[in-house]
């Protein structure tokens, strides 16, 4: 590439990029003031919730609430919260015993946070109740959810993390979580389309890519990631699953020792189109803001057009089953 093309290349954000911190949020900004939710040029406050989640689901649901309060008063639209925002740390007969429906007393209440606060709530990791067939397992499901308090979409975690190395370690997703079968489509919200993912999925770029192709603005990975893989491959990934698919992406996180045995790696944070932290959390209990900008994805898109540039002759399509979350109905991809 000549000198010229790669300065306006890495000019592709606006100019006036800035760093800021403030309250431990970590700010890569565009020299602009952060809008209240929306407004002119496709603009949308969003926020990102870092957590410490035990097994005491009431002490939880405090402590969601109250970040959820802080997020609708700095003007957030969409909220995320993380993996296992209900409860972790009880052990396998205890998490199976607390899983709930999604008609159930927990959703109910938190339909009712959406409501009164006005904003759309991304509830990554939810403990959703097994089958009947298979009652000694749970879904590890991520809820999207209106500012109605109604839920529009739902996906189930896909990829379980499983190893078993004799004499050193053993942890087994698939012990109490019953695997999903499909993609959901992105869900347009207020800050863009969504598409939908849970932790450990952030290490499989086939579905973040079909993800992009389906619509995509954001990539979602509510998390729980343990400290050892979260200091070595946390922000890499995240940073990764943004660049190569033009994407924002949203990343809450749960932070610290859930008992004597768990603990979790923290760092929830929000990655632009170019691969800039924007926000990310401080340590503990925390929400950061940031403002999601499509105006911006789209000039990334156009002036680094990547996907115009696949070479589906060579290496084929990624082809998948999904399902459209407005009809319910199986896709072809």
């Known amino acids: 590439m000549t000198s010229a093309l790669l300065r306006a290349l890495f000019n592709t954000r606006p100019s006036g990029t ?13 020299g602009g003031q952060m809008s209240a939710g929306g407004g002119s040029s496709g603009r949308t406050l969003i926020a990102v919730c870092q957590m410490t989640s035990r097994s005491d689901k009431e002490d939880n649901f405090q402590v969601y609430s109250g970040l959820i309060e802080r ?20 052990g396998v007969p205890l998490t199976v015993s607390m899983a709930e429906t999604l008609d159930g007393e927990l959703m109910t209440r938190i339909s009712e946070l959406a409501k009164k606060h006005d904003v759309w709530l991304s509830l ?10 298979d009652s000694k397992r ?10 109605q308090g109604a839920i529009v979409a739902t996906y189930r975690k896909t990829h379980l993390f499983c190893v078993d190395i004799p004499g050193q370690v053993r942890l087994k997703e698939t ?5 999903g079968g499909e993609v959901v489509a992105p ?18 770029p086939e579905l973040c890519i079909s993800l992009a192709q389906m619509g995509a603005d954001i990539l979602t990975f509510p998390s729980a990631f343990t400290q050892t893989t979260g200091m070595a491959h946390w922000e890499v990934l995240l940073r990764a699953r943004a660049i190569e698919n033009q994407c924002y992406v949203v990343a809450a996180a749960q ?3 859930h008992n004597e045995k768990r603990r979790s790696y923290g760092h929830a944070m929000v990655v632009d189109p170019w691969g800039c932290v924007v926000a990310c959390c401080h340590e503990g209990t925390d929400v950061c803001v940031a403002e999601v900008d499509l105006d911006y994805l789209h000039k990334v898109r156009r002036e680094m057009p990547v996907w115009e540039h696949r070479r589906h002759d060579i ?9 459209d979350h407005t009809t319910g109905q199986e896709l072809s991809q």
């Open 18 to 30: 800035w760093l800021q911190v403030f309250s431990g949020v970590r700010y890569c900004g565009t």
């Open 71 to 90: 997020a609708s008063t700095r003007g957030a639209k969409v909220v995320f919260l993380p993996e296992g925002f209900d409860h972790l740390g009880g």
């Open 124 to 133: 990554g990791g939810f403990h959703e109740k097994g089958s009947e067939s």
């Open 138 to 147: 749970v879904y590890n499901t991520h809820v999207m959810m209106n500012n």
């Open 175 to 179: 012990d109490w979580t019953i695997p």
């Open 187 to 204: 869900v347009p919200t207020p800050a863009g389309k969504v598409g939908l993912a849970i932790c450990y999925d952030l290490r499989f």
């Open 255 to 257: 932070t610290g020792a």
């Open 315 to 323: 290496y084929g399509h990624i082809e998948l089953k999904t399902s």
